[in-house]
């Protein structure tokens, strides 16, 4: 044992880490560029495309550019 006690967080808005954030950003962003996407392009493939390289910045952002820190 640490002898440290992490403090309990409370459920307003200021408890919200990003890595929180950026796992609800990455389906956010998956829907809204497929949405876009499939208003200009028909068909499946290219807003399938589209969404995925969004979601895929936020998960290389989250993951390697701004890692979570350990508790």
């Known amino acids: 044992m640490s002898g440290r006690h992490r403090e309990a967080r409370s459920p307003d808005l200021g408890g919200v ?3 929180d954030l950026v796992l609800l950003a990455i ?3 998956f829907c809204a ?3 876009a996407t499939s208003l200009v ?3 499946y ?3 399938v495309a589209g ?3 969004a979601a895929g910045a936020l998960v290389v952002d ?3 550019l701004n890692p979570p820190d350990e508790a």
Do not use: E, I, M
């Open 45 to 47: 493939t290219l807003p």
């Open 41 to 43: 392009v028909r068909g």
């Open 27 to 29: 389906p956010l962003a």
């Open 17 to 19: 880490d990003r890595a």
């Open 33 to 35: 560029a497929y949405a």
């Open 51 to 53: 969404g995925s390289l």
């Open 62 to 64: 989250g993951l390697f």
